[in-house]
């Protein structure tokens, strides 16, 4: 099973950007989607962003679009998730999340492969 680590977290000022990385350590050539989801304290894991591996088409949430953008280095085994304009409601444990079969979704019951996850804080 491919492994998943993320990186990147960290604690940054409202307005400023952040870029997390998740590494695989394989390739992920059985991986029909990746994602990246978030879980802040006392709310449930929740869609971020979505990226079809083979095609490079991507979905975002919402809440994220125009802010945030998804993309992946198929030569490192690696996905990005680029954070601009950070705000507060963004903070949040991150995690990286793959699909061995199908195509992006935003429910996290979907994902069978899961990072450890990296802590993004935005302070005001």
């Known amino acids: 099973q491919v492994q998943l680590v993320e990186s990147g977290g960290g604690l940054v000022q409202a307005g400023g950007s952040l870029r997390l990385s998740c590494a695989a350590s394989g390739r992920t050539a059985t991986n029909y989607a990746m994602g990246w989801f978030r879980q802040a304290p006392g709310k449930e894991r929740g869609f971020v962003a979505a990226?079809?591996?083979?095609?490079?088409?991507?979905y975002y949430a919402d809440s994220v679009k125009g802010r945030f953008s998804i993309s992946r280095d198929n030569a490192q085994n690696t996905m990005y998730l680029q954070m601009n304009s950070l705000k507060p409601e963004d903070t949040a444990v991150y995690y990286c999340?793959?699909?061995?079969?199908?195509?992006?979704?935003?429910?996290?019951?979907?994902?069978?492969?899961w990072g450890q996850g990296t802590q993004v804080t935005v302070s005001s």
């Open positions: 990226i079809n591996w083979i095609s490079g088409y991507t």
């Open positions: 999340a793959g699909r061995t079969y199908g195509s992006p979704t935003r429910q996290a019951v979907d994902y069978s492969l």
